[in-house]
């Protein structure tokens, strides 16, 4: 019986390693996605720097996983904001609004699982309305 695991090769990224995506004060590295995990989910992760707005409240069908690496993240969900720091485990599930920020004085970082995958492929777009709306600091808005 053949399994989707006879296709998928086993995956290793070091530290900073993956597919990047600089968008300006944001930025997104890429661990696994599509046929790396047969499109059921998709790892990342975003680095905010000092002062950073996210994308914005939004919703998305997919469940969104969170897990602080560095740092204190806030990220909104539903309608409560939530200061996370380093360590911290949040999900938004599917359909939720949710945002992320840093409104700290340090870069901070969060692994980002998507469930289902198949997220990689909007970035093009992501960073795209990122530079036409570049991340501005948590104090302005």
């Known amino acids: 019986m053949k399994t989707d695991s006879d296709e998928r090769l086993p995956v290793h990224r070091a530290p900073g390693e993956g597919r990047h995506y600089d968008m300006g004060r944001i930025n997104a590295v890429f661990k696994a996605d599509g ?4 499109d059921r989910y998709s790892i990342s992760e975003w680095w905010l720097e000092p ?11 997919e469940d969104d996983v969170f897990y602080v690496l560095d740092g204190t993240m806030t990220f909104l969900v539903g309608d409560r904001w939530i200061d996370a720091p380093k360590g911290s485990f949040v999900v938004a599930p599917g359909g939720t609004p949710h945002d992320f920020q840093n409104r700290s004085g340090e870069r901070a970082g969060a692994l980002n699982i998507s469930v289902p ?6 970035m093009p777009g992501i960073v795209e309305w990122f530079l036409q709306h570049p991340p501005g600091d948590p104090a302005d808005t």
Not at 35 to 38: D, G, I, N, Q, S
Not at 117 to 122: H, K, L, V
Request: no cysteine; aromatic share 4%; net charge negative.
């Open 35 to 38: 046929t790396e995990t047969a």
């Open 51 to 61: 002062h950073t707005t996210g994308p914005g409240a939004h919703t998305h069908p």
């Open 117 to 122: 995958g198949a997220f990689e492929p909007r």
